[in-house]
């Protein structure tokens, strides 16, 4: 197996050890290390300046058994399924399938999903994306008021590495999983983006008024920290 080790490249590594690893060149790193990306199931290499493709490759052969043990923890990737019970925005609804149904819409505890069984889980998302998003934008909207700031734009992000991000020019973006998370934790996250407007870092001003508009905002910190990864199983 010929491997070049470039800064962020990844590299097929799935025919000698069953799974893609991401390899890091790194400056500063002084050892080889090796972490878990949850987010992406996958190993992630950080190899030091000086250091051979064979050292790195001894080193993943000696991890082997703590990378298959690592993978194996994470919470698997799953596809909405029918009869399956979702949290959006703090409600239980049941997810029906509904194949008569013209349109894909929540209807008293459920959310009745139309079309062939085998769109199921894409047009649950699709439905929940479009959902979030008019949601998010009016939640936003509010609280960017309460601050007497202007968003210019809202939008859903598939990201994988982040929840949300505001600009410069005030364009909020979140991650349409959040809408799976409890509804305190959303309004964290809003108040969290929407405080960037008035101070584009995360100094302790930028906290204080995240706490004015948010006062149990620890709680939703907290909670995107340890559990926020698993919403993550949905892609
Ligand atoms: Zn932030």
Redesign the pocket.
Known sequence: MKITLLTGRTFDFKEKFGFNIKVVKSAQAKRLTLRIDEKNHRPILTVPKYCSQNQALKFLEDNHDWMINMLARLPRSTDFSNGETISFFGQKYIILHAPLERRTYFDDGFLKVSGDSEFLHRRTMDFLKQSTLKKLSEMTVKQAKILGCRVSSVAIKDTKSRW?S?STLGNINYNWRICMAPIHVINYLVC??VS?LKHPD?STAFWSCVKDLCPDYEEGRHWLKVKGKDLYKYI
Do not use: S
């Open positions: 949300g505001c969290h983006e960037h995360h």
